[in-house]
């Protein structure tokens, strides 16, 4: 069993310090990540199946045609390489999960990262 108290993780150094809860070749990463207010992950993509939980504040989620606006206990699934955003103005604390990890073509090139683990 894995345990983590989330209220009481630092996440003090907002997008640019995402902390790395867990994560495993092949299964799956999860990573909590503290947005400072007006933060955003911009328009991006991933490679794998993407869950974000909003755990504290307030964000605004775009994905396609669709925006909104959410609070603490909502969930959002994303498939793989399905372009979205997630913005605070106020600041929030978001929990994401990748898997499987990393998905295929993760990597440049298809090449893992040395340590088999790298920083998104």
């Not at 669709?66 to 979205?84: C, M, N, Q, R, S």
């Not at 605070?88 to 295929?104: I, T």
Request: glycine fraction near 12%; aromatic fraction near 4%; avoid cysteine.
């Amino acid at each position: 069993m894995r345990h983590w108290k989330l209220p009481e993780i630092e996440t003090t150094d907002g997008t640019r310090s995402p902390v790395v809860l867990h994560s495993t070749d092949s299964v799956r990463r999860i990573v909590l990540i503290g947005l400072k207010p007006g933060e955003a992950l911009g328009d991006h993509r991933v490679k794998e199946s993407a869950l974000v939980l909003v755990l504290d504040g307030t964000v605004r989620v775009e994905a396609g045609d669709e925006t909104i606006e959410a609070g603490p206990g909502e969930l959002f699934e994303f498939d793989p390489d399905e372009k979205h955003s997630v913005l605070s103005a106020g600041g929030a604390r978001v929990l994401l999960l990748l898997a499987p990890w990393p998905g295929e073509g993760h990597y440049r090139g298809d090449q893992p990262a040395a340590s088999g683990v790298s920083a998104s």
